[in-house]
T-cell receptor, first 117, second 114 residues
Framework: GAVVSQHPSWVICKSGTSVKIECRSL??????MFWYRQFPKQSLMLMAT?????????EQGVEKDKFLINHASLTLSTLTVTSAHPEDSSFYIC?????????????FGPGTRLTVL | AQSVTQPDIHITVSEGASLELRCNYS??????LFWYVQSPGQGLQLLLK??????LVQGIKGFEAEFKRSQSSFNLRKPSVHWSDAAEYFC????????????FGKGTHLIIQP
């Protein structure tokens, strides 16, 4: 149980285009999902918290107009990187917290490798 | 703001030997602490977590960790490593019982020598 999937697993795009990444909780409902970014050989950095039916909360320094997050259902959150540039190339990982869990264990997706040319 | 320090970037251990990965945290209240493992092409897998209670926590795959408030540490241990343990290990601290996003350390890359 508690499986989180991401799609696509990797994507290559041209500079200036937009890319959408999906994060799905497959066997549980997630009122809260989180988006992280991981640079090579680096740690995961929290980008934003996505709550179902409400606006995402972004961490300091993360451009909300560049990284659009939508959490339209209890099993799906999407991250859209708008007008992508090479510096946006990274590994994007989502996690989902089980709705109603007393302690917020997060289950992580396998990540999406984004390369912007 | 909370922070997590994993002082060892790489650790090499012989198969069958014991392992200890260090983690120090900085947090103003009672921390919620986690250890995750990341293998290539895989998502992060939770090894164990500490919320409260017994300071020695048992996890999956034979791992354990001990919470030491006086040292602000949450070191991960395993008595005998297997080649399949080679991976990246991350220590993380959470706010609000983990209901908020996690703050991760930079990770420790574990190499297993035959």
């Amino acid at each position: 149980g508690a499986v989180v999937s991401q799609h696509p697993s990797w994507v290559i795009c041209k500079s200036g285009t937009s890319v959408k990444i999906e994060c799905r909780s497959l066997d549980f409902q997630a009122t809260t999902m989180f988006w992280y970014r991981q640079f090579p050989k680096q740690s995961l950095m929290l980008m934003a918290t996505s709550n179902e039916g409400s606006k995402a909360t972004y961490e300091q320094g993360v451009e909300k107009d560049k990284f659009l997050i939508n959490h339209a259902s209890l099993t799906l959150s999407t991250l859209t990187v708008t007008s992508a540039h090479p510096e946006d190339s990274s590994f994007y990982i989502c996690s989902a917290r089980v709705a109603g869990a007393s302690h917020g264990e997060q289950f992580f997706g396998p990540g999406t490798r984004l390369t912007v040319l | 703001a909370q922070s997590v320090t994993q002082p060892d970037i790489h650790i090499t251990v012989s198969e069958g030997a014991s392992l200890e990965l260090r983690c120090n945290y900085s947090y103003g209240a009672t921390p919620y602490l986690f250890w995750y493992v990341q293998s290539p092409g895989q998502g992060l897998q939770l090894l164990l977590k500490y919320f409260s209670g017994d300071t020695l926590v048992q996890g999956i795959k034979g791992f354990e960790a001990e919470f030491k408030r006086s040292q602000s540490s949450f070191n991960l241990r395993k008595p005998s490593v297997h080649w399949s343990d080679a991976a990246e290990y991350f220590c993380a601290v959470g706010r609000l019982g983990g209901a908020d996003g996690l703050t991760f350390g930079k990770g420790t890359h574990l190499i297993i020598q035959p």
